[in-house]
């Protein structure tokens, strides 16, 4: 069984929307992620990384989380009935 992390990188400000929408990235089982890297597409090999907090807050205000699919989607299934 292969896992997939959905995730919310910080230019989106999804966490601004999470929590407009009443929705606790740690009480809904949300990872916060410690850095965010890019990797080459052919090769995989790492081009670069940002560290989450002394980087990715400051020049986003916001946070880098990442969901697994059923989390998000039993969150959002609660949240709707």
């Known amino acids: ?3 997939a992390p959905l995730y919310s990188p910080p ?3 999804a966490d601004h929307l ?3 929408w009443g ?3 740690d009480a809904s089982r949300f990872a916060l992620a410690d850095f965010m890297a890019a990797y080459g ?3 995989l090999e ?3 990384s940002l560290p989450q907090g002394d980087v990715l ?3 986003f205000n916001a946070l880098f989380y990442l969901a697994h699919h059923v989390d ?3 969150k959002l299934k609660m949240m709707a009935t």
Do not use: C, S, V
């Open 41 to 43: 597409g052919t090769t």
């Open 18 to 20: 999470f929590l407009a």
């Open 23 to 25: 929705i606790d990235p």
């Open 72 to 74: 998000l989607h039993n």
């Open 11 to 13: 230019p989106t400000k």
């Open 57 to 59: 807050k400051p020049i």
């Open 1 to 3: 069984m292969k896992l």
């Open 46 to 48: 790492q081009r670069g």
